[in-house]
């Protein structure tokens, strides 16, 4: 599989790169924002490793620019520690965020985590195994990961169709923003981690909800947590 690592501390790239290339990754390098939100959108990747203090362009917008053309993972990477940062890039459709200084084995581990949890996505949807979700006007395509409101498509993050598609696939059934951080996030919640959770349900709303004060697809239920109403 073929990474993409947008990083300008070259020692810290090349770092990384020799250990998911002994890992049997194809890595290239991007030193910038700039070659690397072109090389991302022009290249056929798998996966970006995006540091979010970059020149040229910065992370936060290299992202959200990738993740407008691209559903494969993102992983942020940054000497950043504060809890907001972890939740606004989150929101903006990255799949992942480590807080310098880690190790590289843990970078790997990830990278594998996700690649895999993707490669199951692709796959799913290649063998045919769903098709589509249909209530009240809303249309999930699971084959092709699209979603329609009144035959009109909607544009989703990566992690918002997960999370989507995830209540729409267990109806009238609760579930605590604890519980959907592990399952779409595929990590134990800590911290603020959760608050995540909120921002991209505020956002499906505002793609799906006529008002979205008043939903009719995803009711909260105060104090509990979500649930896909059918």
């Known amino acids: 599989m073929k990474l993409l690592i947008v990083e300008d501390e070259l020692a810290i790239a090349e770092l990384e790169k020799d250990y998911l290339e002994m890992n049997n990754y194809t890595v290239d390098v991007a030193l910038n924002g700039k070659d690397g939100l072109r090389m991302a959108l022009e290249g056929d990747y798998d996966l970006v490793i995006l540091d979010l203090m970059i020149p040229e362009i910065d992370g936060q917008t290299v992202c959200r620019e990738i993740r407008k053309e691209k559903d494969i993972p993102i992983i942020i990477v940054s000497a950043k520690k504060e809890d907001w940062d972890k939740v606004q890039l989150l929101g903006i459709g990255a799949d992942d965020y480590m807080t310098k200084p880690f190790s590289p ?17 692709v796959g799913s949807a290649h063998r045919g195994e769903s098709e589509t979700i249909e209530v009240n006007g809303l249309k999930i395509d699971k ?53 995540t959770v909120t921002v991209h349900i505020k956002k499906i709303r ?5 008002d979205s004060g008043h939903p009719i697809y995803i009711e909260t239920l105060w104090g509990v947590g979500y649930r896909f109403k059918m």
């Open 105 to 121: 084995s843990e970078l790997v581990a990830r990278v594998k985590a996700h690649l895999a949890r993707y490669s199951r996505l």
């Open 143 to 195: 084959l092709a990961r699209r979603v329609f409101l009144e035959g009109e498509e909607k544009s989703f993050t990566g992690k918002e169709y997960d999370l989507l598609l995830f209540l729409a696939e267990n109806p009238n059934r609760v579930f605590g923003k604890e519980d959907l951080f592990r399952e779409i996030w595929k990590a134990e919640p800590a911290g603020t981690d959760i608050a």
């Open 206 to 210: 505002e793609k799906i909800e006529k």
